[in-house]
């Protein structure tokens, strides 16, 4: 069955990195956009990036441009987000997650990440 794992969340300053990363298993991970989205209590989910199998499609959202980069590694079936100078506003619950017919149809646990 689909897996999608994530780490790397933490508790940071403001200004600080993070390095977020999602293992997948249970599907053929080249032939898929993956994503992380992130939802903060309250408030409705945001797509920060996604990224295609071939890396010619690269998705940011705007309030993260700059300073957030997307990359994966097709053998390891690995996802990583790197998060830099990151701000308060960036404290939310990330999750990794699978595009399928146009949605975002498999996610995984989650990790939080707090600035403060």
């Known amino acids: 069955h689909v897996q999608l794992v994530e780490s790397g969340g933490g508790s940071v300053q403001a200004g600080e990195s993070l390095r977020l990363s999602c293992e997948a298993s249970g599907f053929t991970f080249s032939f898929y956009y993956i994503g992380w989205v992130r939802q903060v209590p309250g408030k409705g989910m945001e797509c920060v990036s996604s990224?295609?199998?071939?890396?010619?499609?690269?998705y940011y959202a705007d309030s993260v441009k700059g300073r957030f980069t997307i990359s994966r590694n097709n053998t390891e079936n690995t996802v990583w987000l790197q998060m830099n100078s990151l701000k308060p506003e960036d404290t939310a619950v990330y999750y990794c997650?699978?595009?399928?017919?146009?949605?975002?149809?498999?996610w995984g646990q989650g990790t939080q990440v707090t600035v403060s």
């Open positions: 990224l295609y199998s071939d890396t010619s499609a690269t």
């Open positions: 997650v699978r595009k399928v017919g146009g949605s975002w149809y498999d």
